[in-house]
Every structure is written in C-alpha cells, then in structure tokens.
C-alpha cells in the first residue's frame, strides 16, 4: 500500500494533529519517507475538499477555505438538533468517570470518537484541559453548563452514579485484562 494512503488514514483516524516523527516512527520509515509521501498527498488531495494542515511539525487533515460556508451551515445545523446516542454515550463516559481522555471513551464505546467529541465541545457541553500527567493529551471534562443543564450541582448527584462508575471502571479493567491475555496469548505462540 502507498506511504501517502496509510498517512492519509491515520490523519482521518486519529482527528488530531500528528507530528511528522510519530508518523515515521509508526510506519517505520524515514522521515523523509514521510515527507515526501505528504508531498504526494497534497497533490492527489489538490482537487478535493480536504486539505493538509501543517503547523510545526504537526499535519492534520482539514477542509478547503471555499467550503466555509457550508461547513458554518452544518455547524449551525449540528448544534440546533437532539444530541444523538453516540453523544449520549460519550457523555455519560465523560460524566461517570468525571472526566476522560479521548483514548478512554474510544475503548469504552468501541469506536473513534473525535468528531462526537468535537461537537459537543463546540455546543459548550464538555471541555478539555491538558492532562496533568502526560501533556501531550486532553482530559474531556464536564462543563458548568451541562450540569447545570442537568440540574446537579455535583457529578455525585447523577443517577445510580455509584454504581454506574463501578459498571465502566470494570468494564474497563475487563478490557485491559482481555488485551494483556491476549497479548501474552500472542507472545507466547510467537515464541513457540
């Protein structure tokens, strides 16, 4: 498979900015492989609605100025309708555990949650703050206004709040006991 697909995947999939030496660190290339492979990119994304973001040494994917437009139109759109059951869902994650990384509520819910995750910090339901232990990510956090929307004054007045936490705490720890099981599974029929 070309380098400039599986970059173009991992831009699509991660939502984020990624540094140029992640990529090449992920892909096991060079980074001038890396480089350029983007060059490449850019050029077949020339005609279309996306866009390469670079700034520093971080790329995203992004859209083309001349759909501003529409996009402003779709936003509007996106933050007059009901939150749906995958905003529900992430909210309840951010709410239960009262805050979690991205890579969290993607394991929970069992998919990509970036754009979920956008929505609602554009409608002011969550924000993000830098973790403390690790900078290079975001904790989503509830905000006042959700709350308030909610009408709790503190998270611990959720429903069933005990419980619920206890439920996503272990399937949580469910999920990381099955993937070291696995892994060791994996190590042990590769050394065999």
Not at 98 to 103: K, T
Not at 114 to 141: A, H, W
Not at 155 to 161: A, G, H, S, W
């Amino acid at each position: 498979m070309d380098l400039d697909k599986k970059i173009e995947v991992i831009l699509f999939t991660k939502g984020e900015p990624v540094t140029i030496k992640k990529l090449a660190s992920f892909l096991d290339v060079f980074i001038e492989d890396i480089n350029e492979a983007l060059g490449v990119l850019e050029q077949k994304l020339s005609d279309r609605g996306l866009t390469l973001v670079c700034k520093d040494d971080k790329i995203t994917l992004g859209t083309k100025s001349n759909f501003s437009s529409l996009l402003e139109k779709l936003h509007k759109e996106e933050l007059n309708k009901e939150l749906s059951k995958a905003s529900v869902e992430t909210i309840s994650i951010i709410l239960y555990k009262n805050g979690a990384i991205r890579s969290e509520i993607d394991w929970i819910r069992g998919v990509n949650s970036s754009f979920i995750l956008r929505n609602l910090l554009i409608r002011g339901l969550v924000e993000k703050i830098t973790d403390p232990n690790d900078n290079r990510r975001f904790i989503y956090r509830p905000t006042f206004d959700l709350l308030s929307y909610l009408g709790i004054t503190k998270i611990e007045e959720l429903p069933n709040y005990a419980e619920i936490k206890a439920q996503i705490t272990k399937r949580q720890d469910d999920l990381i006991k099955d993937t070291n099981i696995q892994m060791n599974t994996n190590e042990t029929n590769n050394t065999n």
